[in-house]
């Protein structure tokens, strides 16, 4: 009987997948989704690192091993991420027991799906014509910056509405947010990288805050403790 159970469950998400439907959410994700909620949490680290350097008593003209502390900070933020994104892929594609159904929400939602590579194509072929854009019209760093986040939230919110991906909506807001707050702090470059570690922070919020109202609701439909 359970075999037959699972191909009638493998058809209902081939059918869902071939419709463009999310889908639906089983009991037995519960367990796997309440142990990852807090992951996203770890993007607060390169936020730290970059409000850590803005406020440092430090002279920012002075090299040290060869680079200025914001080089370092640079540095150091892109390793953190570098980190986490391989530490995220890991996770979508261990072999450690989950549900087929959330591997393949899982990849769907981190754009490791062919829905998801499409769209980080899309994605990329849009910011690089505002990269061509921006040059031909000289716009000026400051507004070619904001604008660039705007460009990507507002990306990854129509994706996030259409997909019914809501996950993107973790960086769609704080995208959106530091945005449109630079024109508020333009000129004041301390400030301008403490808003930009915020805006990592926020994606992190951001994140946890979606992953654990996705378990509560999931543990209302199911009843689950």
Known sequence: MKPELDRVKSDLETMQKALGLAPSMGREWIQWMRRDKWFSLWW????????????????HAQ???????????????AMVMLGITVAQTRKVMANDGRPEGLKRESKRVNGMSAE??????????EVLLYFLWAKEYRVAFEPFWAGLFILMGSSCLVAAVSARAWTLL???????GYGLCLPLVQGHGKVNVILFGMMFIAVAMSFSFIAVMQVRILERQHGAD
């Open 170 to 176: 973790g960086w769609a807001i704080p995208f959106l």
């Open 44 to 59: 607060c680290l390169p936020g730290f690192i970059l409000i850590a350097a803005a406020l440092l008593p430090l002279d």
């Open 63 to 77: 090299r040290y091993g060869g680079l200025v502390p914001g080089q370092w900070a640079g540095l150091l933020v």
């Open 116 to 125: 998801g590579l499409w769209f980080g194509l899309a994605l990329i072929v």
